[in-house]
């Protein structure tokens, strides 16, 4: 009772509390709905407006050059290229034009017809044509083909999976294509008999029907010539019913007859017969009937039709996905473009990228000039290249200098990223994925809205700032320009500091020169400048990233042809406000620009050089160790071949000593039998010296630990595959090595690899004398195996010592105690038999020499070599 009282009195006092919080949660909830809605209206329209400034419908119009439907094409140059809406959506489409690229040769999309207003006339119930039902069929069967090309295509290589990947889960409405093929004629555009029973047997009775009427009228046209009535007999149709020619004045041949029609001279009557009308009345009840049958096939054909509207669209859509794709391929060959990378971070990496608007120009000249597309003029690459960390770009530098330019060509770079488009730069262009990409360029001014140049600015940035997030991208032009500079520089900083936390990258233009010192205090900001020619007075158009630059009004003022008066006057004012600053920093400027500029080229081209060099020996070693095997397995095939044919010369040759042995023996007495027996050891003997001579050569080859070898020589190396090498350093006295030098490469070899060439001159030693002069062929053999025995048993094979970052161990910049035990760990990771580069430099020498003491002490080390003239700063040891 107590519990039934308590919930009698909770109850109703939670539902008098709960209606107005219930109220206020679906206004708050209504309210926020209202706003996500407003936000994402806006964002929309600034995006929309932000395309246009950034002139992405012109490269939309570029892409639609290359599409192969009239549905891409239409799309295209309204600007509806797709692009994607998340980063996954992006690669996919980077990975379709990847694809597409690749491919030996274009797909056949001759038939796709975009039929998408035929669909919607079917679902508006209007009867479709026969033609337009044959449209529907063609675009059926072509899209079919085309995914049959591209499946062909990517049994070849998975590469083109992507492709495929689009029309692997389409519904190419067989069955609807073979109903329309079934009951239309699409080349004649009739409608056959077999689409349906009442058609084959009304076709059947009016073709009947027409025999008759045509055998009747030819007969009665007959009779009228033959009595004078016609000039040749005639058989015509006149408001749908045939009749006859006859004269005027014959009219009475044909009593009763019905005249049709009158010729334009009014001498020729045109008359249906009295015995003709039945049948005429016969041709049009089944002409009628036709019809009507007609007409209601196409009418079930449109219900078929118009029953798989969605999966027809769904069809057409990734048709047009295709087309994309193969069109965003030709237009990346058109521009010689690289496919970019999407990075995770806030990094931008791109080498040399031009302007596509500006490219199109001088792509259609050099086309027209045979010109290479580096050798092109203009526009002039830049690079572009911003700090994870950082978050505001500030680009100063003079007016025509290029700022805007380079900022509208970021921008549209990243919607090119984001449509899966290759853009025209150098190497593999990194840039993140932006949600939103929002410019402010350009003027605002309006005089409907009442708004001024700075105040149609600040609209456009107070609106953007709204819907911007973390993933986003905003650009913005002259920022703080159009009024008070002091006011300007304030509102500037404020907006930059703003904005700084809450996008993911924001790029500005500006001739304010306070602004480029907030890198100073904040490392999110990065400074870039405009390259400026002091020297010709022009701009080169080139970014310098890291700089700060001058606007240099008044030197485009003089080149433009300003009274040199006013330039003058104009540069005393400059001194005057800033007697302390203009001069030292213009100094500074051209300086810091200078000294960038040289040292930037010195490493570009030691780069470049430094890569010529490792491709060169990395594609000749390349080649080598593809070619080894092959080589290896022809001389053994040919040795064992030579070996067996001389096995079977000897042992031919001992049979036919055998044989005639025993021949002999039975006939030689008792007393010529020790002279059999020493003539038959002889040819034997005989055969067994021809062959001790090549085992003696084979010694002399085998047993190369026992030549000297000096500076200049030509030997072979076993360990390059026997390949010819000249010695380059001689051999050292302790550890049984040489330099050799094969094309470009060096590398140290053990001299039982190293064979000398049959004619060059080689100092013998005693020793080898005398092994040589060795009698019986049980003791060489025997002698032969032990020192192949002991040979083995003793020397160890390092192979080619060639540097990789995987043998190589780093101390430079390190402490005595860190470089001590990162050698220490180094050593005992090291496989065994192996090289080990220790890079210790030059500096002080203290690491130097700890570095000498460990591989000296240290057990694994067998030996090392101290730097030199080829490895300057680094020791070379050898692992046990």
């Known amino acids: 009772m107590e519990l039934c009282n308590v919930f009698s009195i909770t109850t109703p006092m939670k539902l008098k509390h709960s209606y107005p919080n219930l109220k206020t949660q679906a206004r708050l909830v209504k309210c926020s709905a209202d706003t996500t809605n407003r936000r994402l209206k806006l964002a929309e329209s600034l995006q929309d407006e932000t395309f246009r400034i950034l002139e992405w419908p012109s490269v939309c119009t570029q892409v639609s050059s290359f599409t192969s439907t009239t549905m891409g094409t239409s799309a295209a140059l309204d600007g509806l290229v797709p692009i994607g809406r998340s980063p996954e959506e992006s690669r996919r489409l980077l990975n379709q034009t990847s694809a597409a690229f690749a491919l030996p040769f274009p797909p056949d999309f001759s038939g796709i017809e975009d039929v998408s207003d035929i669909i919607e006339s079917s679902v508006a119930r209007q009867l479709l044509s026969i033609r337009e039902i044959s449209a529907v069929k063609r675009t059926f069967r072509s899209a079919r083909d085309l995914f049959e090309q591209l499946k062909k295509i990517s049994l070849q290589s998975e590469r083109y999976y992507p492709l495929l990947e689009i029309l692997q889960n389409c519904n190419f409405l067989t069955d609807l294509e073979q109903k329309i093929?079934?009951?239309?004629?699409?080349?004649?555009?009739?409608?056959?008999?077999?689409?349906?029973?009442?058609?084959?047997?009304?076709?059947?009775?009016?073709?009947?029907?027409?025999?008759?009427?045509?055998?009747?009228?030819?007969?009665?046209?007959?009779?009228?010539?033959?009595?004078?009535?016609?000039?040749?007999?005639?058989?015509?149709?006149?408001?749908?019913?045939?009749?006859?020619?006859?004269?005027?004045?014959?009219?009475?041949?044909?009593?009763?007859?019905?005249?049709?029609?009158?010729?334009?001279?009014?001498?020729?009557?045109?008359?249906?017969?009295?015995?003709?009308?039945?049948?005429?009345?016969?041709?049009?009840?089944?002409?009628?009937?036709?019809?009507?049958?007609?007409?209601?096939?196409?009418?079930?054909?449109?219900?078929?039709?118009?029953?798989?509207?969605?999966?027809?669209?769904?069809?057409?859509?990734?048709?047009?996905?295709?087309?994309?794709?193969?069109?965003?391929?030709?237009?990346?060959?058109?521009?010689?473009?690289?496919?970019?990378?999407?990075?995770?971070?806030?990094?931008?990496?791109?080498?040399?990228?031009?302007?596509?608007?500006?490219?199109?120009?001088?792509?259609?000249?050099?086309?027209?000039?045979?010109?290479?597309?580096?050798?092109?003029?203009?526009?002039?690459?830049?690079?572009?290249?911003?700090?994870?960390?950082?978050?505001?770009?500030?680009?100063?530098?003079?007016?025509?200098?290029?700022?805007?330019?380079?900022?509208?060509?970021?921008?549209?770079?990243?919607?090119?990223?984001?449509?899966?488009?290759?853009?025209?730069?150098?190497?593999?262009?990194?840039?993140?994925?932006?949600?939103?990409?929002?410019?402010?360029?350009?003027?605002?001014?309006?005089?409907?809205?009442?708004?001024?140049?700075?105040?149609?600015?600040?609209?456009?940035?107070?609106?953007?700032?709204?819907?911007?997030?973390?993933?986003?991208?905003?650009?913005?032009?002259?920022?703080?320009?159009?009024?008070?500079?002091?006011?300007?520089?304030?509102?500037?900083?404020?907006?930059?500091?703003?904005?700084?936390?809450?996008?993911?990258?924001?790029?500005?233009?500006?001739?304010?020169?306070?602004?480029s010192l907030l890198k100073e205090k904040n490392s999110q900001y990065e400074n870039a400048a405009m390259e400026f020619s002091l020297e010709t007075l022009q701009p080169t158009y080139k970014i310098l990233w890291g700089s700060t630059g001058e606007s240099n009004a008044l030197t485009i003022a003089k080149s433009i042809g300003f009274d040199e008066k006013i330039v003058e006057r104009a540069q005393t004012w400059v001194k005057r406000l800033m007697p302390d600053k203009a001069e030292k920093r213009k100094g500074l400027l051209y300086q810091s620009l200078m000294e960038e500029k040289n040292r930037l080229e010195i490493q570009a081209n030691r780069a470049a050089d430094i890569y010529s060099n490792t491709m060169t020996l990395y594609n000749e070693i390349r080649d080598e160790a593809d070619d080894l095997v092959g080589r290896e397995a022809a001389l053994k095939a040919k040795e064992t071949q030579k070996i067996q044919k001389e096995i079977a010369t000897v042992k031919s040759q001992l049979e036919k000593i055998v044989e005639d042995f025993e021949a002999r023996i039975r006939t030689t007495s008792i007393d010529q039998l020790n002279t059999l027996l020493k003539e038959s050891e002889s040819a034997i003997s005989s055969i067994v010296e021809s062959h001790k001579n090549a085992e003696e050569s084979s010694v002399i080859k085998t047993d190369r630990s026992t030549f000297t070898v000096k500076l200049g020589d030509q030997v072979i190396v076993s360990g390059l595959g026997?390949?010819?090498?000249?010695?380059?350093?001689?051999?050292?006295?302790?550890?049984?090595?040489?330099?050799?030098?094969?094309?470009?490469?060096?590398?140290?070899?053990?001299?039982?690899?190293?064979?000398?060439?049959?004619?060059?001159?080689?100092?013998?030693?005693?020793?080898?004398?005398?092994?040589?002069?060795?009698?019986?062929?049980?003791?060489?053999?025997?002698?032969?195996?032990?020192?192949?025995?002991?040979?083995?048993?003793?020397?160890?094979?390092?192979?080619?010592?060639?540097?990789?970052?995987?043998?190589?161990?780093?101390?430079?910049?390190?402490?005595?105690?860190?470089?001590?035990?990162?050698?220490?760990?180094?050593?005992?990771?090291?496989?065994?038999?192996?090289v080990l580069f220790v890079i210790h430099g030059m500096g002080t020498g203290v690491v130097k020499e700890c570095a000498l003491q460990i591989l000296k002490k240290h057990p694994r080390v067998v030996k090392f070599e101290q730097d030199g003239p080829t490895n300057y700063g680094c020791t070379v040891a050898y692992i046990k």
């Open 181 to 515: 093929e079934y009951c239309i004629d699409s080349k004649f555009s009739t409608i056959l008999d077999r689409a349906s029973e009442d058609l084959e047997i009304i076709r059947s009775e009016r073709k009947s029907n027409m025999e008759d009427l045509d055998s009747l009228l030819k007969d009665i046209s007959t009779k009228i010539f033959l009595a004078g009535g016609i000039d040749k007999p005639l058989v015509t149709k006149r408001r749908s019913r045939m009749c006859v020619g006859i004269r005027a004045s014959h009219k009475s041949l044909l009593p009763n007859g019905v005249v049709l029609d009158v010729s334009s001279s009014g001498a020729t009557y045109f008359m249906e017969p009295k015995e003709a009308v039945d049948l005429n009345n016969m041709e049009v009840r089944l002409s009628n009937a036709e019809r009507v049958e007609e007409q209601a096939i196409l009418g079930l054909l449109t219900s078929e039709i118009s029953q798989s509207e969605s999966e027809i669209k769904y069809l057409l859509d990734r048709v047009l996905e295709v087309d994309f794709a193969i069109a965003r391929a030709a237009h990346a060959r058109w521009i010689n473009g690289v496919c970019p990378l999407i990075c995770g971070s806030g990094s931008v990496d791109i080498e040399g990228i031009r302007h596509p608007l500006l490219l199109e120009a001088s792509l259609k000249q050099g086309v027209m000039g045979h010109q290479s597309f580096d050798s092109l003029p203009f526009p002039v690459p830049i690079d572009i290249k911003v700090r994870d960390e950082t978050r505001v770009v500030v680009i100063s530098g003079p007016n025509t200098g290029g700022k805007t330019a380079s900022m509208k060509t970021l921008g549209l770079a990243s919607i090119m990223l984001k449509a899966g488009m290759y853009l025209p730069a150098r190497n593999q262009p990194t840039l993140p994925w932006f949600d939103l990409i929002l410019a402010d360029i350009g003027d605002h001014q309006s005089l409907e809205q009442s708004l001024s140049t700075f105040s149609g600015h600040l609209s456009r940035i107070c609106k953007m700032l709204e819907v911007t997030s973390r993933q986003s991208l905003i650009l913005i032009d002259e920022i703080g320009s159009g009024t008070d500079p002091s006011e300007g520089v304030a509102l500037s900083t404020s907006i930059l500091e703003y904005v700084k936390d809450r996008v993911n990258l924001a790029v500005t233009t500006t001739h304010y020169a306070d602004l």
């Open 722 to 834: 026997n390949k010819q090498a000249t010695i380059v350093e001689p051999p050292g006295t302790t550890d049984g090595t040489a330099l050799v030098q094969y094309g470009k490469i060096r590398v140290r070899v053990n001299l039982n690899t190293i064979t000398p060439l049959p004619n060059t001159d080689i100092i013998q030693t005693p020793n080898s004398k005398s092994n040589i002069k060795k009698q019986g062929g049980t003791r060489r053999i025997k002698s032969l195996k032990n020192l192949s025995e002991g040979s083995n048993s003793e020397v160890v094979s390092y192979g080619p010592v060639l540097q990789t970052s995987k043998n190589t161990v780093d101390l430079r910049g390190m402490r005595v105690e860190e470089a001590s035990h990162n050698l220490n760990l180094a050593i005992n990771i090291t496989g065994s038999s192996s």
